[in-house]
């Protein structure tokens, strides 16, 4: 296997553990938004953030870093219309998930101490559980619409 076709294995497989992490866990955080459960939440709210940390973070340094680097055994530029676009989607992107994995640590900690205690979560909690959401579509969407660029590569605009 040559270097370009190890990296684009690299790359592709990063893309999938960053995607595929992120709304797996973002299913299981939704749903135990909804069940009104702290126990739950607690748990679940800690086990999100550990795979953001574990895995979706690696995963959001590599994609950049093997994206540049195939963009440059390719011979292509920055200039190149769907690289471009996919850049600023991965900015957008990276735009709502530092804010996420910021609202997400905050959710845990107060699910935890809520749980510890017996107590009902504060009011806080569902309002940042209401902004990650919120974060969460457009970040999402930015990646679906990432792949079918990779995929597709289309010509969107002269260069």
């Known amino acids: 296997m040559n270097t370009y076709l190890l990296l684009k294995t690299v790359h592709i497989l990063s893309s999938v553990l960053l995607v595929g992490t992120g709304f797996g866990?973002?299913?299981?955080?939704?749903?135990?938004?909804?069940?009104?459960?702290?126990?739950?939440?607690?748990v679940v709210s800690r086990l999100v953030v550990r795979a953001d940390l574990w895995f979706t973070t690696p995963a959001a340094l590599v994609q950049p870093l093997s994206g540049l680097l195939l963009m440059h055994l390719a011979g292509w530029t920055l200039a190149t219309p769907w690289l471009?676009?996919?850049?600023?989607l991965y900015g957008l992107a990276g735009a709502c998930w530092l804010p996420v994995l910021w609202l997400q640590v905050r959710m845990a900690r107060m699910a935890e101490d809520a749980a510890a205690r017996g107590q009902a979560l504060p009011g806080d909690y569902r309002r940042y559980a209401r902004l990650w959401e919120a974060l969460g579509y457009p970040a999402f969407v930015a990646m679906l619409a990432i792949y079918a660029l990779m995929v597709n590569k289309?010509?969107?605009?002269?260069q």
């Open 84 to 88: 471009a676009l996919s850049l600023g």
């Open 154 to 158: 289309p010509a969107l605009w002269a």
């Open 25 to 42: 866990s973002a299913f299981y955080l939704f749903f135990a938004n909804r069940s009104d459960n702290v126990q739950a939440q607690a």
